[in-house]
């Protein structure tokens, strides 16, 4: 059985019950890479210690990866099949931070659209600011962060795979359990600029009101 197949059966078994669903993305891969975190892989030895079948597929799931490292599925091959299965609770994560004036990108290096190079740091001046792309098929999400002023600016574009601007894509932004604001695509794609503190943001995008993901911000000084 190749990987793929093994991530569809392994959801499969735990979206039919919804105390198995606290397994997300990073947890599956880690756990199957010998990476998960004590805390989380004494709550993953309950769950298999009560169902059996769980227990070998993931077992099943290690060996794979294990024997045959190199057929280790893309990262877009695993968000899609993770993402179906409602085991992914954010399709990307963005840190960055300021130590004395200058930014550092800390995590999403790979999302950067524009010509910047990888954890590099930067002051900030006017006209200042890094993209981060997120794939998303059909569409393209363009998080837009101007770092020109003392509190940075953030905006969004939103379009499909055929470069067609998209409409009333919804992001709403959540720090801790409370919604702060929601800005909204235009004609054009863009959302209007909003100024962003330090701290940890979680952004709910929404389109036609169909939740397409949660792009996770944290900003830190």
Same mark, same amino acid.
């Given at each position: &059985?190749?990987?793929?197949?093994?991530? +569809?059966?392994? /959801?499969?078994? &735990?979206?039919?019950?919804? %105390?198995?669903?606290? #397994?997300?993305?990073?947890?599956?891969?880690?756990?199957?890479?010998?990476?998960?975190?004590?805390?989380? #892989? /004494?709550?993953?030895?309950?769950?298999?210690?009560?169902?059996?079948?769980? $227990?070998?597929?993931? &077992?099943?799931?290690?060996?794979?990866? %294990?024997?045959?490292?190199?057929?280790?599925?893309?990262?877009?091959?695993?968000?899609?099949?993770?993402?179906?299965?409602?085991?992914?609770?954010?399709?990307?994560?963005? =840190? #960055?931070?300021?130590?004395? /004036?200058?930014?550092?990108?800390?995590?999403? !290096?790979?999302?950067? $659209?524009? !010509?910047?190079?990888?954890? #590099?740091?930067? *002051?900030?001046?006017?006209? !200042?600011?890094?993209?981060?792309?997120?794939?998303?098929?059909? +569409?393209?999400?363009?998080?837009?962060?101007? $770092?020109? !002023?003392?509190?940075?600016?953030?905006?969004?574009?939103?379009?499909?795979?055929?470069?067609? *601007? =998209?409409?009333?894509?919804?992001?709403?932004?959540?720090? /801790?359990?409370?919604?702060?604001?929601?800005? =909204?695509?235009?004609? &054009?794609?863009?959302?209007? *600029?909003?100024?962003?503190?330090?701290?940890? +943001?979680?952004?709910? =995008?929404?389109?036609?009101?169909?939740?397409?993901?949660?792009?996770?911000?944290?900003?830190?000084?």
């Amino acid at each position: &059985m190749n990987i793929e197949n093994q991530l +569809y059966e392994i /959801g499969e078994l &735990m979206s039919k019950d919804s %105390s198995k669903t606290v #397994m997300t993305e990073t947890d599956i891969l880690k756990f199957c890479e010998d990476r998960l975190e004590n805390d989380k #892989m /004494g709550k993953l030895l309950k769950l298999i210690s009560e169902d059996p079948i769980l $227990y070998q597929e993931l &077992m099943d799931f290690r060996h794979l990866i %294990s024997a045959a490292p190199q057929l280790s599925p893309p990262v877009k091959l695993q968000n899609q099949v993770l993402k179906k299965l409602k085991l992914v609770d954010s399709f990307t994560s963005i =840190v #960055m931070k300021r130590t004395k /004036g200058l930014w550092e990108i800390i995590e999403g !290096n790979h999302l950067v $659209y524009q !010509n910047i190079q990888p954890k #590099m740091a930067f *002051r900030g001046k006017i006209g !200042n600011e890094v993209v981060f792309k997120v794939d998303e098929s059909p +569409y393209f999400i363009l998080c837009t962060i101007d $770092y020109s !002023n003392d509190l940075p600016n953030i905006y969004f574009s939103l379009e499909t795979d055929k470069s067609e *601007r =998209v409409k009333n894509g919804r992001f709403t932004f959540r720090k /801790g359990n409370k919604n702060i604001f929601e800005i =909204v695509t235009d004609k &054009m794609g863009v959302t209007s *600029r909003e100024s962003l503190g330090s701290g940890e +943001y979680e952004i709910d =995008v929404e389109l036609n009101r169909e939740k397409l993901g949660v792009i996770k911000l944290n900003l830190q000084e």
